[in-house]
């Protein structure tokens, strides 16, 4: 294995620097403890950048402690984040720079997560050419407590320093470890873990877990990772049983973490294996049940009825969310899913518009206007009027589509084999 003796000086270049820099501003963020912004940072950025250049170049940067902030996850519980100032995700985004290419080299064919032209979708199609195609039908799916968090420093270190020689590199990584957090106005020190948040910290994750999936490559076992995220496959259930424990051993005995035994469970294809937010059968990939909950829930809160703005705004936030959506779960095979929920979008939009009406009046003038026979008196504000039939031609789908509203049915999906590797 390759050594490199001699990286600072790549690192601390102002051209590297600047490169940071950009993106750092692309992916904006949070201000650290400091309260500078990234808008901030770029005012004084020729100042900013000769700071840290001087600073690593003659080895006198320190780093801040992050902010720590706590977010709740979709499922329950707390995700804890430790935001660096942007000054220290400048000098981490350098180092990544350099570094990133180095180890990635080094790195598990079936690792996608925090890698360059590598993705979800990629962990995904592989996991199910392991089990449809291959036949390994039985799947460990290991779930790590708090990985981030638990990553012991020596063990780290001891990763990184396989192949960087460079004293003044691996003291400045290891400086990033031990910065600490700030919370409530406390100062404490980080003994263990590498802030989830930090712009080096899915890198060195990665090298962290390499150690584990090639122990597993060394023994013939098939994997797919993507960052904490841990498949296993095998041929039957004994098997599956067998790799669990022997994956148990590495992950805490070597290397320090946490396997939540309720949560690592043994599986297989004809059940469904959950991953990614996808389910994998047998003959076709869906939606995890979970992530469906979460979709209407979102649709649900953008489309209030009673949320007072225009229908035309209450489209545009609705696109913006339908289309990240359907670009990352196109790959299942979700044409009658699709079709089905557009039905109940429109629904819900005109749902939105009798309300605004706010009586049967707007509606009979509406009807007037189109050549429409007036009927009966509606109530606007009960939710099973909003399917009737005469709700459907003063309201049609091209009103909506008019208005701008994408519609997920035109998208193709069902594409996961698109990711398959050669």
């Not at 063990?155 to 290891?174: F, H, P, T, W």
């Not at 297989?268 to 990614?276: E, P, T």
């Not at 049940?289 to 979709?295: D, G, I, L, T």
């Amino acid at each position: 294995m390759k050594k490199w003796y001699s990286l600072i000086d790549k690192i601390y270049r102002i051209e590297n620097l600047q490169e940071a820099f950009k993106r750092v501003k692309k992916n904006k963020g949070a201000p650290g403890i400091d309260g500078e912004t990234v808008q901030m940072f770029a005012e004084k950025l020729e100042v900013n950048i000769k700071f840290l250049h001087e600073r690593l170049k003659t080895n006198t940067y320190e780093p801040s402690a992050v902010r720590r902030r706590e977010i709740e996850k979709p499922d329950g519980g707390i995700r804890l984040l430790g935001i660096p100032t942007v000054k220290d995700r400048v000098v981490q985004q350098a180092i990544v720079n350099i570094i990133g290419a180095i180890f990635d080299e080094t790195f598990h064919p079936s690792s996608y997560g925090y890698r360059p032209k590598r993705s979800q979708h990629q962990a995904v199609a592989k996991a199910e050419r392991f089990m449809v195609k291959h036949k390994l039908e039985h799947v460990v799916d290991m779930d790590l407590s708090k990985c981030f968090d638990t990553l012991d420093h020596e063990v780290m270190m001891k990763a990184v320093g396989e192949q960087i020689s460079d004293g003044r590199v691996l003291n400045l990584i290891k400086s990033f470890l031990k910065s600490g957090v700030m919370h409530s106005d406390n100062h404490y020190v980080t003994d263990v873990g590498s802030p989830q948040g930090g712009v080096i910290s899915p890198l060195l994750s990665n090298i962290y877990l390499n150690k584990f999936d090639q122990k597993m490559m060394s023994k013939g076992i098939r994997i797919v990772r993507y960052a904490d995220d841990i498949l296993i496959f095998a041929k039957d259930k004994q098997t599956a049983g067998n790799y669990k424990t022997l994956a148990t051993k590495i992950l805490e005995e070597e290397l320090k973490l946490r396997v939540n035994k309720e949560k690592t469970i043994i599986t297989n294809v004809h059940r469904g294996v959950s991953y990614l937010g996808f389910d994998i059968c047998t003959k076709y990939v869906e939606i995890n049940p979970k992530r469906v909950n979460r979709f209407k829930d979102r649709i649900r809160e953008i489309t209030k009825r009673n949320a007072g703005k225009k229908l035309e705004l209450i489209i545009e936030e609705l696109n913006r969310y339908l289309r990240g959506w359907i670009n990352y779960y196109r790959v299942a095979n979700i044409k009658s899913f699709v079709k089905q929920q557009m039905g109940w979008i429109r629904r819900r939009l005109r749902m939105i518009k009798m309300v605004q009406w706010k009586t049967y009046k707007p509606m009979h003038k509406l009807m007037k206007k189109k050549g429409i026979k007036i009927t009966e008196k509606m109530d606007v504000k009960r939710w099973k009027n909003s399917n009737v039939y005469i709700i459907h031609r003063l309201l049609p789908n091209k009103y909506f589509e008019e208005l701008g509203l994408i519609d997920l049915c035109k998208y193709e999906v069902g594409l996961l084999s698109n990711y398959y590797e050669m």
